[in-house]
């Protein structure tokens, strides 16, 4: 999940990378100087929220509170579509976690590019199924648009870790459902 408050220093890097490497790597054009949006977080009336204070990412929490912490990812949907309306960026990288966001830049106009920690196979081997789908073990074959000879598919022990993701969870919205809509 990516970091829930900007980082000056990251555009930086990306603006100095692009100007330095190659052309056939990542390019900012940008027609004014770069500085990072203004910080929308969401207001939390809990009084002792599940997660830490400072966490900003999956990487910051124990995993049995990965799911509050999604929970108050969504908070950032209102605060994200502002963002998006009053700076008009060309394009919006997103991930799983963000499943508003593809939907919210689409009303706005502004297209969306998927960033994914998920090597490509793994979206060959769920490419079958969809978010309502429970039936994993149908995961530990090849899939059947595949019409070469393969032996890419899920192991039976990550079938079950798949099944996880079906389940609901503190945030209410199921990892599945997250995955899908946002591809």
């Known amino acids: 999940m990516a970091g829930l408050r900007s980082q000056a220093s990251l555009l930086r890097t990306l603006q100095i990378l692009s100007q330095t490497r190659p052309p056939y790597h990542l390019r900012l054009h940008l027609k004014k100087p770069l500085s990072p949006p203004p910080k929308p977080l969401p207001k939390h009336h809990l009084r002792r929220p599940p997660i830490p204070f400072q966490a900003e ?3 910051d929490v124990p995993a049995e509170t ?5 929970k108050a990812f969504d ?5 994200f579509a502002l963002l998006l309306r009053d700076h008009n ?3 919006v990288l997103l991930d799983f976690a ?3 966001a593809s939907d919210i830049a689409s009303d706005l106009g502004i297209p969306c590019a998927y960033f994914s920690v998920f090597p490509s196979v793994f979206f060959a081997v769920v490419s079958s199924l969809d978010a309502s789908d429970t039936d994993f073990n ?4 090849p899939p059947d648009w595949v019409t070469f000879p ?4 899920c192991p039976p022990f ?5 099944e996880l993701l079906g389940r609901p969870n503190a945030s209410g919205v199921t990892d599945w459902h997250r995955f899908f809509h946002t591809i």
């Open 57 to 59: 990412s999956t990487t």
């Open 66 to 70: 990965v799911p509050h912490l999604k």
């Open 75 to 79: 908070a950032l949907q209102s605060p």
């Open 89 to 91: 960026p060309d394009w």
């Open 98 to 100: 963000s499943h508003w």
């Open 138 to 141: 149908r995961l530990t074959s």
């Open 150 to 153: 393969t032996k890419v598919a």
């Open 158 to 162: 990550e079938t079950q870790q798949l």
